[in-house]
C-alpha cells in the first residue's frame, strides 16, 4: 500500500516559477525512479521529467533548459522546479512512483491524484 501526493500548485504569470512537490510513503522497501507527466485539456498525457537510480534524468521536449527535477532519496521525495513558464504549459501534473514493495521483488507504478498548474498571459 503505497500512496503518492503532489502538491505546489496554482496560477502563475507568464515567464513565473512554481515549484511542485512529490511525497511517496506506505510500505516502500525501495524507489527505482520518480517523475512528472501532464495532462492538457484535450491532450493525451505527456512525459515532463524523470529521475532514475544513479542521479540519470530525463526530459521531455517542450520543457529541456526551463524546468529541473530532483529527487530526495531518503524523504521519498521528487522536486519539479518550473521556471519561465508558459501558457502552454498549463496542465494537470501527475508525479509517479515505482515501488519496489516492503517484502516483494516486483516493481509497481503508482500515481499521484494530479495538482493544477495554469500559466496566465
Known amino acids: 500500500q503505497v500512496q503518492v501526493v503532489e502538491s505546489g500548485g496554482g496560477l502563475v504569470q507568464a515567464g513565473g516559477s512554481l515549484r511542485l512537490s512529490c511525497a511517496a510513503s506506505g510500505s516502500i522497501f525501495s524507489i527505482n525512479a520518480m517523475g512528472w507527466y501532464r495532462q492538457a485539456p484535450g491532450k493525451q498525457r505527456e512525459l515532463v521529467a524523470v529521475?532514475?537510480?544513479?542521479?540519470?534524468?530525463n526530459y521531455g521536449d517542450s520543457v529541456k533548459g526551463r524546468f529541473t527535477i530532483s529527487r530526495d532519496n531518503a524523504k521519498n521525495t521528487v522536486y519539479l522546479q518550473m521556471n519561465s513558464l508558459k501558457p502552454e504549459d498549463t496542465a494537470v501534473y501527475y508525479c509517479n512512483a515505482d515501488v519496489v514493495l516492503i517484502g516483494s521483488n516486483p516493481v509497481f507504478r503508482y500515481w499521484g491524484q494530479g495538482t493544477q498548474v495554469t500559466v496566465s498571459s
Open positions: 529521475a532514475i537510480s544513479g542521479g540519470r534524468t
